[in-house]
């Protein structure tokens, strides 16, 4: 049973708050907004549709005029209908602009709380998104982001995997980790591969006490896991999912920099996790604004 510390956390960070998503009009995107309903229902959160209009999405047709029409009609139809079915309140934007810009700067707003964003595995987010066009994205937002792939699996987003990194301000994760852990009663899974003869950062260790300490504080149930290395890989991605996918993880949180200790491959671990078989969601968090 949560203290009443734990209910005062989650009560303080869902004041009037709404949750972002990007929206392509995609399988993918309709999987975001699914995802986004069932939090939205947990925290009494809004929604928020977002599409970003860019110079090739628009028609030449009268200067773009009936490109913009047709999408601002079909988000205005999509978020009716969310509203109505689901009975959350749901708005609408369209925006003219660069993608890499313009979703960061309209997710980075105090009203937002959570941004949840659909990629279509490799080949990324509809408009022209990779993995790594993902990660640019995410890193220059503010706010925690969900990565969802199209055929996201929906277990409640419980137990989670929680791997741990040497990165500073990584409490911003640990944070964004026990809201959702909270929200649905979600067991946390703090993970770490020990390879031979590594003993691991100190900012690796502060990090794992700080992660322990915040739990504790916020009543979410964790357990600590430690796994031999056990595959021979560069970076510790394909262990890590293979963990998730024993234990039919419902959520994997990362930071979405690299750390200094693991600079050299996290760009490919963050990647595989993103884009990864199992279709487990990404929740992702930022310490610095416009890190590329």
């Known amino acids: 049973m949560r203290n009443c510390r734990s209910i005062l956390f989650i009560e303080f960070i869902m004041q009037s708050k709404k ?10 995107s309709d999987q975001a907004i699914s995802q986004a309903i069932q939090i939205a229902r947990k925290a009494n959160l809004s929604l928020l549709l977002l ?5 090739d ?26 509203s ?8 609408y934007k369209v925006v003219f602009g660069d993608l890499f810009n313009e979703i960061p700067a309209t997710a980075d707003n105090a009203d937002n709380h959570i941004m949840i964003i659909g990629t279509h595995g490799v080949q990324g987010f509809k408009q022209k998104l990779l993995g790594a066009d993902i990660l640019k994205i995410v890193r220059k937002t503010a706010i925690p982001s969900l990565i969802v792939q199209d055929q996201c699996v929906c277990r409640d987003f419980n137990p989670v995997v929680f791997p741990v990194g040497g990165h500073d301000e990584f409490k911003s994760l640990i944070e964004a980790t026990a809201m959702m852990a909270a929200l649905f009663g979600s067991v946390v899974h703090i993970y770490s591969i020990v390879r031979k003869g590594d003993t691991g950062s100190e900012k690796l260790r502060e990090n794992i006490l700080l992660t322990e300490k915040v739990f504790k504080e916020q009543s979410i149930s964790y357990k600590r896991i430690k796994e031999d290395s056990n595959i021979f890989s560069v970076g510790y991605a394909k262990q890590t999912l293979q963990y998730a996918k024993k234990i039919d993880a419902g959520l994997i949180s990362i930071m979405s920099v690299k750390s200094d200790e693991h600079y050299y491959f996290a760009q490919a ?16 968090v930022s310490n610095l604004v416009n890190n590329e």
């Open 19 to 28: 949750i972002i998503i990007p929206v392509d009009f995609t399988p993918a």
């Open 51 to 55: 599409h970003i209009l860019t110079k």
């Open 57 to 82: 999405s628009l028609s030449s047709q009268n200067n773009g005029i009936v490109g913009s029409s047709d999408a601002g009609k079909k988000l205005k139809e999509l978020s009716a209908r969310v």
């Open 84 to 91: 109505e079915q689901e009975e959350i309140r749901c708005d």
């Open 269 to 284: 671990d963050k990647e595989s996790l993103i884009n990864n078989e199992f279709n487990i969601p990404i929740l992702c």
